[in-house]
Structure formats: C-alpha cells, structure tokens
C-alpha cells in the first residue's frame, strides 16, 4: 500500500455519500505541532511507523502530510471494557454500519474492530480507509470443500484466490473471539458470514435498488405523531 493508495481511498471516501458511517476527514500538509504536546513513546512510535512524514526538532513536531478525524473509542477496546447490554447494542450498530455502508456500494475491505469507532452517541463509525473498494468490484466467494483430509492440514489453501476474492465466512475468525461477541452476531447479524448475502446486496446496488439509510435509531427517530403540525 503505497502513499498515493491511501490518498486515493480518503480521496473516494470524500466524495462518496458516507450515509453517516463513514468519519469525515480534514486533510493537511506540512502541519506543526508543539513538541511538548507529545511523550518520547509517541515520538518514537511515529518516527518507527513513518519516518518519511515526520521532522522532530527540540521545540516542534512537523507531520508532512496527515488525516484528522473526530476522536472516538476503538470498537475493538469497546468491546473489551462494555457491560454486556452494551456490546449487544455495539455489535447490532457494527452489523448495521457494514449493511448501510453496502448499501451505498461500499466494502470495508479490513472489517476488524480496530478500523470502527464507538462516537459519544454510541453510534459505530468506520474510519480506516486502507482497504475500502466499491462493493460491486468485490468478488464474494464461499470456501469450497476439501478434496482430501490433508487439504485442512496444508500450510496453503487448497483453492485459488484472486486479488478482489473475500470469504465471508472467514470473517468469523478474526471477529469472534469474545464468546459475548460471537454470541450476539449469531443472533443479530449471521447474514454477514454469508458469500449467498454479499452477492444479493451487490446485485441490488447494480439494478439501482439503494437502500434508504436512516441517520437515527428507532429510539431517537421522530414518528410520524411527532412531526404532526396543528394549525394555530
């Protein structure tokens, strides 16, 4: 993944109707901060991880080109630290954000907990852009079955896999660890693991059927009765 790459990415994200799922981003170049605002851990991880960007002086920190985003709380530590009541709620709004943002003819790409964020409304947000690629250029595949026993013992799959080849049903490996977790996306999002899912969503968006997204929950939505307006 090269520079350009994840440009391109915040690029799409930019112009594309994020349907309130995907983080708005402000981009900058050549910014300065304060030195004192960073600890020498920080200083070094960033010089560790990206040492192309960064310029440190005795008084300044100069980031060559960087993304800013409203702060949230990793889904992933989220889910570490929720009551059980909470990540319930959490994993019915990760499910619903994967499903809005396909509506909208957007794969995550890298759906792990650490690319969504918990905003202070409780509301899950994606907002790692790596990986993200238009839905319908997804090809969504089940696993095929083994041809031997010893094909489920090779170092390597027993089947091909092309660049734009996603398995759903291996999404379960790297999502349900936390028996809560995997127990909650059972009974509220078991679709999601599907490959049969993905393709009909993605044959909704080339016929023209979008979903209609809606920003608010059942809870905080206004009915109908609400909205009503008496004459004076």
């Given at each position: 993944m090269t520079h350009a790459q994840v440009r391109e990415k915040y690029r799409l994200v930019k112009e594309h109707?994020?349907?309130?799922?995907?983080?708005?981003?402000?981009?900058?170049?050549?910014?300065?901060?304060?030195?004192?605002?960073?600890?020498?851990?920080?200083?070094?991880?960033?010089?560790?991880?990206?040492?192309?960007?960064?310029?440190v002086t005795d008084s300044e920190v100069r980031i060559r080109?960087?993304?800013?985003?409203?702060?949230?709380?990793?889904?992933?530590?989220?889910?570490?630290?929720?009551?059980?009541?909470?990540?319930?709620?959490?994993?019915?709004?990760?499910?619903?954000?994967?499903?809005?943002?396909?509506?909208?003819?957007?794969?995550?790409?890298?759906?792990?907990?650490?690319?969504?964020?918990?905003?202070?409304?409780?509301?899950?947000?994606?907002?790692?852009?790596?990986?993200?690629?238009?839905?319908?250029?997804?090809?969504?595949?089940?696993?095929?079955?083994?041809?031997?026993?010893?094909?489920?013992?090779?170092?390597?799959?027993?089947?091909?896999?092309?660049?734009?080849?996603?398995?759903?049903?291996?999404?379960?490996?790297?999502?349900?660890?936390?028996?809560?977790?995997?127990?909650?996306?059972?009974?509220?999002?078991?679709?999601?693991?599907?490959?049969?899912?993905?393709?009909?969503?993605?044959?909704?968006?080339?016929?023209?059927?979008?979903?209609?997204?809606?920003?608010?929950?059942?809870?905080?939505?206004?009915?109908?009765?609400?909205?009503?307006?008496?004459?004076?």
């Amino acid at each position: 993944m090269t520079h350009a790459q994840v440009r391109e990415k915040y690029r799409l994200v930019k112009e594309h109707d994020r349907v309130g799922r995907m983080a708005d981003t402000q981009e900058y170049r050549h910014f300065i901060f304060p030195r004192d605002r960073f600890s020498d851990a920080l200083i070094d991880e960033l010089l560790a991880v990206a040492p192309s960007c960064i310029t440190v002086t005795d008084s300044e920190v100069r980031i060559r080109h960087l993304y800013m985003e409203r702060r949230m709380i990793p889904l992933n530590i989220y889910l570490e630290q929720a009551a059980p009541e909470a990540i319930s709620q959490a994993v019915q709004e990760y499910g619903d954000a994967l499903k809005e943002l396909a509506a909208a003819n957007i794969f995550a790409g890298d759906m792990l907990f650490k690319n969504f964020g918990v905003s202070r409304h409780n509301r899950v947000i994606f907002y790692d852009y790596d990986e993200i690629a238009y839905l319908t250029e997804v090809n969504f595949r089940r696993i095929p079955p083994p041809r031997y026993p010893e094909d489920e013992l090779a170092a390597e799959p027993w089947y091909s896999v092309g660049e734009n080849d996603v398995f759903p049903e291996e999404f379960r490996t790297f999502l349900l660890v936390n028996r809560t977790v995997a127990k909650e996306f059972d009974r509220l999002h078991p679709e999601l693991f599907e490959a049969a899912y993905w393709q009909q969503l993605q044959r909704q968006v080339k016929a023209g059927h979008f979903h209609d997204v809606r920003p608010y929950n059942d809870e905080n939505r206004l009915s109908h009765t609400q909205m009503a307006i008496k004459p004076a």
